[in-house]
DNA sequence: GGGGGCAATTGCCAAATGACAAAAAATGAA
DNA sequence: TTCATTTTTTGTCATTTGGCAATTGCCCCC
């Protein structure tokens, strides 16, 4: 659980009572493989520390097929924060890809701690915008790269990611089908 | 500037006094096209609401080739939110792509309406964090689509604005050559 | 230990896109 | 207006990637 803290204090500094306070909030939760932390059309009302194990956020096509849009993992916040924010129904799903273990907030709790320590919605604030600007420059530099580059740094910004989540899952993120990433993986062994 | 006011009154309410506090500290400010709100390597002091044209954030390979990231427009914030929240150095270029007109706070006003204004954090948290989402879930449904299917989502997306941005901006914008993109807009006619 | 089912690989061919170069059109400056 | 510069279009060809289908490999469950 010190994790958490040590990810937080990155953002902003919290005094021993306030850490106390927040991890008095926190409840474990478990997320088996295939099970979804959130699901679209429903409310997500929790906020989750990933501290083991891998999720994939993604959406489904008519046909049913699914396409990953970006994986959280460890020591970062998982939540669909515009369903979180607003309690409006969530546009997409997060599914565990392995079993998962969480540190996870209610929404209630969330809003007590934004109450009660002055630091928590500027934390929030720091962390959400600085990971969205990230992964938005992130994924739009993807696509002015061909598919093989887009695999090299894949591997590089994500080092051991790409051996624990399947070929499928990992090509839709990368926007290529699954023959393509498996000849691509072929060519550069 | 009422637009301006308007904008803000999606995301959280203010009352007329506060209102009338934020316009008090907006400065009208004019960007010649070509020049730049924000520059890479420089502190984005700055943030601006657009009242008239059309910026991009893009950035410059070795060779000097611009990429296009996204276009900020009309009735929208324009800003290097990394650079402005911790005064840190851009990463990438905020370039007036036709003449522009903003309504801008400087980071100290910005401050002081932040602690003057119980909801104005509120707000540009939701404003941040909805903008961000959107521009991400958005940009990743790219990569899973061809070429003349983004441009066309474009067109639908982004009414007008294919009329206001040279094609060789929004050809990065879309991950295409400028002659791919010129190739499908000939195909549509 | 042996299917059954899903995931991944591979082959073949077609379609999409890029690279490069040249021509045409548009733009801006004098 | 005229000229120079930049942007856009177009042609040709090479490369990349996708689509489809068959095969192989892997995992799980009985």
């Known amino acids: 659980m010190q994790e958490l803290i040590a990810y937080l204090l990155q953002f902003g500094y919290l005094d021993p009572t306030q850490r106390e306070l927040i991890l008095s909030k926190a409840r474990w939760k478990s997320i088996a493989r295939g099970a979804y932390f959130s699901e679209a059309g429903k409310i997500s009302r929790e906020i989750g520390y990933v501290t083991d194990g891998v999720f994939r ?3 489904y096509d008519k046909i049913g097929d699914g396409f990953t849009r970006y994986f959280v993992y460890e020591n970062r916040f998982v939540v669909d924060m515009n369903s979180f924010r607003d ?3 969530s546009a997409e799903y997060i599914e565990a890809v392995t079993d998962c273990q969480v540190l996870a907030f209610s929404k209630e709790d969330f ?4 109450a009660i320590i002055p630091g928590w919605h500027d934390i929030f604030f720091k962390i959400t915008s600085y990971v969205l600007e990230n992964k938005l420059r992130y994924t739009s530099n993807m696509l002015v790269q061909d598919a093989q580059t887009r695999y090299l740094h894949f591997l590089e910004h994500y080092p051991g990611l790409s051996n624990r989540v399947p070929l499928n899952m990992l090509a839709s993120y990368l926007g290529i089908t699954p023959s393509s990433l498996s000849r691509i993986r072929k060519s550069i062994r």
């Open 111 to 114: 809003t007590e701690l934004s």
């Open 57 to 59: 956020v993604c959406y």
């Open 87 to 89: 309690e409006l129904p």
